[in-house]
């Protein structure tokens, strides 16, 4: 009862300094979660508790984005524009306005679906059909590759021999056609890898911001102003989880943080189970792999398929369109090559990357308040899931557990 008392004291304590002086924007709204806390039905659990308090919070009031990552595309962009828009601002994918909409669309009208680094990718080596032996035509280069590489991702497990279809130059020679400069963002609007446009209307509640980041395992979404018809913020998971860590302190932080990842639902899988790619299979099949089982991320091991060599995330693949230069000593473009290339892209260019560098891991018994502080502290939307050895036991979208936590 007296360490009760004493936890109820520091709490207070906390409370009352954080009132004085809220050290950011997060927690000011951390604030206001700890203020319907306090009001809730005792009997309810602190998951019960807190689902009501984020039910009462509309998403008008989280912290607005920084402007760099509240940008819209206009679908007569193309698409080389469209990804130096996206590499420029540092963001994997932005909603789409129709430049052909009225003045008074509604925003279900103005805006056609999102555009994204990977759908930019996948619809381009998927155009063009396998190459037919009645064509009497010289095809291009360019043509064939395309064609090639459209063939190997377009059916089964790609093979190592697969990997030849994208050689050192085959981005370069993609990146500076016509067909890459004159394709327009609307004209891969029709294409079944076109993202929808899934947005909160700025009275939707703080609970069914987060039940859409995890059960659409959506990176971000947009927030629309009704009465303007257009997108008045954006929130990300990445926000969502340095929300949360500004809150550290706060008594329905620490009482929900407690919890351990084994006690929260987080699916065990075994060894073989774990979403991979090995090193010498082409590229083209970890996105692939990572857009078919909507993971963000995945781990590269070597022959024995149980070492870990590197990690490769769906982020990486503007490497594939923004540097295409550096695969030109490639006789193909294998993870192993991708990695390295990029690796040494990074270094010379004096920049990190989280996945392309070494794994964040941790263990069952990290509680999600761990957990949390580490994904903010790195950056990171991901986490990988060790055994006590160290040795690989299971990924998933670690953060997208931590969300369902709250619901």
């Given at each position: 009862?007296?360490?009760?008392?004493?936890?109820?004291?520091?709490?207070?304590?906390?409370?009352?300094?954080?009132?004085?002086?809220?050290?950011?924007?997060?927690?000011?709204?951390?604030?206001?979660?700890?203020?319907?806390?306090?009001?809730?039905?005792?009997?309810?659990?602190?998951?019960?508790?807190?689902?009501?308090?984020?039910?009462?919070?509309?998403?008008?009031?989280?912290?607005?984005?920084?402007?760099?990552?509240?940008?819209?595309?206009?679908?007569?962009?193309?698409?080389?524009?469209?990804?130096?828009?996206?590499?420029?601002?540092?963001?994997?994918?932005?909603?789409?306005?129709?430049?052909?909409?009225?003045?008074?669309?509604?925003?279900?009208?103005?805006?056609?679906?999102?555009?994204?680094?990977?759908?930019?990718?996948?619809?381009?080596?998927?155009?063009?059909?396998?190459?037919?032996?009645?064509?009497?035509?010289?095809?291009?280069?360019?043509?064939?590759?395309?064609?090639?590489?459209?063939?190997?991702?377009?059916?089964?497990?790609?093979?190592?021999?697969?990997?030849?279809?994208?050689?050192?130059?085959?981005?370069?020679?993609?990146?500076?056609?016509?067909?890459?400069?004159?394709?327009?963002?609307?004209?891969?609007?029709?294409?079944?890898?076109?993202?929808?446009?899934?947005?909160?209307?700025?009275?939707?509640?703080?609970?069914?911001?987060?039940?859409?980041?995890?059960?659409?395992?959506?990176?971000?979404?947009?927030?629309?102003?009704?009465?303007?018809?257009?997108?008045?913020?954006?929130?990300?998971?990445?926000?969502?989880?340095?929300?949360?860590?500004?809150?550290?302190?706060?008594?329905?932080?620490?009482?929900?943080?407690?919890?351990?990842?084994?006690?929260?639902?987080?699916?065990?899988?075994?060894?073989?189970?774990?979403?991979?790619?090995?090193?010498?299979?082409?590229?083209?099949?970890?996105?692939?792999?990572?857009?078919?089982?909507?993971?963000?991320?995945?781990?590269?091991v070597d022959s024995s398929g149980i070492?870990?060599?590197?990690?490769?995330?769906?982020?990486?693949?503007?490497?594939?369109?923004?540097?295409?230069?550096?695969?030109?000593?490639?006789?193909?473009?294998?993870?192993?090559?991708?990695?390295?290339?990029?690796?040494?892209?990074?270094?010379?260019?004096?920049?990190?990357?989280?996945?392309?560098?070494?794994?964040?891991?941790?263990?069952?018994?990290?509680?999600?308040?761990?957990?949390?502080?580490?994904?903010?502290?790195?950056?990171?939307?991901?986490?990988?899931?060790?055994?006590?050895?160290?040795?690989?036991?299971?990924?998933?979208?670690?953060?997208r557990h931590n969300l369902k936590a709250c619901t």
């Open positions: 009862m007296a360490s009760m008392q004493l936890m109820r004291r520091e709490s207070d304590s906390v409370h009352e300094i954080m009132q004085d002086s809220p050290k950011s924007p997060e927690a000011r709204l951390g604030m206001k979660v700890e203020d319907l806390w306090d009001v809730q039905e005792p009997q309810l659990s602190p998951t019960e508790k807190l689902n009501a308090c984020f039910e009462s919070i509309p998403v008008s009031a989280f912290p607005p984005a920084p402007s760099s990552q509240v940008i819209e595309i206009k679908s007569d962009t193309s698409l080389a524009e469209a990804v130096q828009i996206l590499s420029e601002h540092k963001i994997l994918s932005a909603p789409v306005v129709d430049v052909d909409a009225p003045e008074d669309a509604s925003w279900i009208d103005r805006y056609i679906g999102v555009v994204e680094f990977a759908g930019i990718v996948v619809w381009i080596l998927h155009q063009s059909e396998p190459p037919s032996p009645r064509s009497t035509t010289q095809e291009s280069a360019l043509e064939v590759a395309v064609n090639r590489a459209t063939n190997a991702a377009s059916f089964g497990i790609l093979g190592p021999e697969d990997a030849q279809a994208t050689s050192g130059n085959f981005f370069e020679a993609l990146t500076s056609s016509e067909f890459y400069k004159n394709t327009k963002v609307r004209d891969i609007a029709g294409s079944f890898r076109w993202a929808p446009f899934l947005a909160l209307q700025k009275s939707n509640s703080f609970l069914t911001m987060l039940l859409l980041l995890s059960n659409y395992k959506m990176k971000s979404v947009p927030v629309v102003d009704l009465g303007e018809a257009k997108i008045d913020n954006i929130i990300t998971q990445s926000s969502v989880i340095h929300m949360l860590a500004e809150c550290a302190g706060l008594q329905w932080f620490e009482s929900w943080g407690t919890k351990k990842l084994s006690e929260i639902g987080l699916p065990l899988m075994t060894r073989d189970h774990v979403i991979k790619v090995y090193e010498e299979e082409p590229v083209l099949q970890a996105f692939k792999l990572m857009r078919k089982k909507r993971v963000g991320a995945i781990p590269i070492k870990v060599v590197g990690n490769i995330s769906i982020r990486d693949v503007q490497f594939l369109l923004t540097a295409p230069e550096i695969y030109h000593d490639y006789r193909s473009i294998t993870t192993k090559n991708f990695l390295t290339a990029v690796r040494s892209y990074l270094k010379k260019h004096q920049e990190t990357s989280p996945f392309v560098s070494g794994m964040v891991v941790c263990t069952k018994n990290y509680s999600v308040k761990e957990l949390i502080m580490k994904l903010d502290s790195e950056k990171i939307q991901r986490v990988y899931v060790v055994d006590d050895a160290g040795n690989l036991e299971g990924s998933d979208h670690i953060e």
